[in-house]
């Protein structure tokens, strides 16, 4: 479903990786001077359109990206990162109003929320895809430094392949240690 509502007064703002279990959380606001064409929820295009989406909403849109690697959401958990995120997209990006795709606004004034926002609002489609596009692209850096993983393939997310390499390897450097991995949740096996 295209999107439906375009309001210049309107920043959208979505995130990536809330549920992986390495790498960031990335967060992305967008103010949209007009409407752009194909804005859709980034899960729902292909790689390459959403590389195309990325250049058009960078060079034609006022936006702003936020990250949390996971030492960060370790230390200080995943809603607190996000509230975190929220706050920081709407001090750099002035609008007459915020709505975030998800289910709450976590207490924040002058923010709204909407379940599905990225598929039927454009500001928040062009926002899953920054936030989307710029996490794949630190992944696939991540890939490069941690071989083992397979990161540029699954991105963080728990695929099969991902558990079975950390059950083999252990965890990296930017695996979420505080993220149980219910896979592994045996007495006989220590992560370290």
Known sequence: MSPSIFDEDICGIDEAGRGPLAGP??????VLKRPIEGLKDSK???AKRREALYETITEEARWHIATFDSISIDK??????LIAGLKDI???????????????TFGIANLSCRIKADM?????????????????????????????YGFAKHKGY???????AIAKHGLCPIHRKSFKIKALMQPSLDIK
Do not use: W
């Not at 959380?25 to 967008?30: D, P, Q």
């Not at 728990?158 to 079975?164: D, M, N, P």
């Open 90 to 104: 709407m001090a750099h990006l002035e609008a007459p109003s915020y709505l975030f795709d998800g289910n709450t």
């Open 158 to 164: 728990g695929t099969k392949a991902h558990v079975e």
């Open 44 to 46: 729902t295009i292909s």
């Open 25 to 30: 959380l990335v967060m992305a606001g967008v």
């Open 120 to 148: 039927s609002v454009p500001q928040v489609s062009a926002a899953s895809i920054l936030a989307k596009v710029t996490r794949d692209r630190i992944m696939e850096e991540m890939d490069k430094t941690y071989p083992l």
């Open 76 to 81: 200080n958990g995943i809603s607190a990162c």
